[in-house]
């Protein structure tokens, strides 16, 4: 809420995207409706790189993934895996964004784009990556990544892919198991610390 009063003075550009005075990177917000959201700063170039950057983040729902995966940590705030997962996925979305971008435009804009990401990093983190922010944490690693970029070769894509089905269907198949003779037991203890077995 104290975010969102930053954006009372902000000015419709076109479309869903807003000009603000009072952010110093660019964002998508709201999960309806989603809104982009641009500091007035930026000049004609630099906006050129960063909404495809924030277009595709909406094409690709991850605004929705976001609040999934907060959904998520709610559940099992416990599991430090999972913690880890939500902060990787967030950093591959902000990479792969970055991808799209420089397949769209061409390699020789990595430089440029580069130095948007330099321009608009931000010091801190918003609650852990919402709103979606262009320039949000690990900017020296998404800087690597667009400069070392390069198009996968469809061979590439093709095998990953053939790989990727592959072990979602041995995931989803139901193989049937040997019968033993019996289903199972369960062990407990007793307050005498005897042992008993109990078929189920």
Same mark, same amino acid.
């Given at each position: 809420?104290? &975010?969102?009063?930053?954006?009372? *003075?902000?000015?419709?550009?076109? #479309?869903? @995207?807003? =000009?603000?005075?009072?952010? %110093?990177?660019?964002?998508?917000?709201?999960?309806?409706?989603?809104?982009?959201?641009?500091?007035?700063?930026?000049?004609?170039?630099?906006?050129?790189?960063?909404?495809?950057?924030?277009?595709?983040?909406?094409?690709?729902?991850?605004?929705?993934?976001?609040?999934?995966?907060?959904?998520?940590?709610?559940?099992?705030?416990?599991?430090?895996?999972?913690?880890?997962? &939500?902060?990787?996925?967030?950093? *591959?979305?902000?990479?792969?964004? #970055?991808? @799209?971008? =420089?397949?769209?435009?061409? %390699?020789?804009?990595?430089?440029?784009?580069?130095?948007?990401?330099?321009?608009?990093?931000?010091?801190?983190?918003?609650?852990?990556?919402?709103?979606?922010?262009f320039g949000e944490g690990d900017t020296k690693n998404?800087?690597?990544?667009?400069?070392?970029?390069?198009?996968?070769?469809?061979?590439?894509?093709?095998?990953?892919?053939?790989?990727?089905?592959?072990?979602?269907?041995?995931?989803?198949?139901?193989?049937?198991?040997?019968?033993?003779?019996?289903?199972?037991?369960?062990?407990?203890? %007793?307050?005498?610390?005897?042992?008993?077995?109990?078929?189920?």
């Amino acid at each position: 809420m104290k &975010f969102k009063k930053c954006l009372v *003075d902000s000015v419709l550009n076109k #479309d869903n @995207i807003y =000009i603000s005075n009072n952010i %110093n990177t660019a964002f998508v917000m709201r999960t309806i409706k989603p809104k982009i959201y641009l500091p007035s700063n930026l000049n004609d170039e630099e906006r050129e790189y960063i909404l495809p950057h924030e277009q595709t983040h909406i094409k690709r729902f991850d605004h929705f993934i976001k609040i999934i995966g907060f959904v998520a940590l709610c559940l099992h705030w416990f599991n430090p895996l999972v913690w880890l997962a &939500f902060f990787v996925s967030g950093k *591959d979305m902000e990479m792969s964004c #970055d991808e @799209i971008v =420089i397949k769209k435009l061409g %390699n020789n804009v990595k430089k440029d784009y580069s130095s948007s990401l330099l321009t608009l990093a931000t010091d801190r983190r918003m609650v852990g990556g919402t709103p979606l922010a262009f320039g949000e944490g690990d900017t020296k690693n998404r800087i690597k990544n667009v400069l070392n970029y390069k198009k996968p070769a469809f061979w590439t894509v093709l095998i990953s892919l053939i790989i990727v089905l592959f072990i979602i269907i041995r995931l989803m198949a139901n193989p049937k198991r040997q019968q033993t003779g019996y289903d199972g037991f369960v062990i407990f203890f %007793n307050s005498s610390f005897k042992v008993f077995y109990i078929n189920i």
